[in-house]
């Protein structure tokens, strides 16, 4: 299964890049793996990553430098393997949009951050930014849990500096209106 594969490889931090493109671009990418490693820079494996997050049809955003500031390029053609394989080994970096073209999604993700103003006023390190985060932890352990006993499986995911994320795969796209609810 797709989502165990991803998941024992840990290579939900590639998702994370892939559709939260809020980090700073001198930002180090901080999964744990090499991106010379054969096992991850197999062209399968960025393909069946495009499988299982599988987003709109026919275009992404790519980043480009622009004034010292982040700004994307709307590119209108599928996404392919290679240009996966290219976010990974950190030669771009791209997003994707979640929402296919008829309004269906494969996937969710639920991002459960400390709110940026709460971290303005505690800063990026301490006690206070523990707690919160701890916080963050339990808030996404409970969305997890009610979507479980719901019947939905769910996987939590450390998303980083800020939170967590909580991601749920559908056997096939589903309605967007549907994927809220």
Do not use: C
């Not at 797709?2 to 590639?14: D, Q």
């Not at 275009?59 to 004034?67: D, I, K, M, R, Y």
């Amino acid at each position: 299964d797709l989502i165990n594969y991803f998941m024992e490889k840990r290579w939900f931090a590639l998702a994370q890049w892939f559709h939260d493109p809020t980090p700073p671009l001198s930002q180090e990418r901080e999964w744990d793996k090499n991106p010379e490693d054969p096992d991850i820079v197999q062209e399968d494996t960025f393909s069946k990553f495009l499988h299982l997050f599988s987003g709109k049809e026919d275009g992404f955003l790519l980043e480009v430098p622009e004034q010292g500031k982040r700004a994307f390029l709307d590119i209108r053609r599928p996404l392919i393997a290679d240009d996966v394989r290219k976010h990974y080994v950190g030669e771009i970096t791209i997003v994707q949009y979640i929402i296919r073209s008829n309004k269906t999604v494969s996937y969710a993700v639920i991002d459960v951050d400390i709110p940026k103003h709460v971290l303005h006023q505690i800063g990026h390190e301490g006690e206070a930014f523990a707690a919160k985060r701890h916080e963050a932890l339990q808030d996404a352990l409970r969305l997890r849990e009610t979507a479980q006993k719901k019947g939905f499986p769910s996987y939590l995911v450390d998303s980083g500096f800020r939170g967590y994320h909580v991601w749920f795969f559908f056997s096939e796209p589903i309605m967007l209106k549907s994927a809220y609810e």
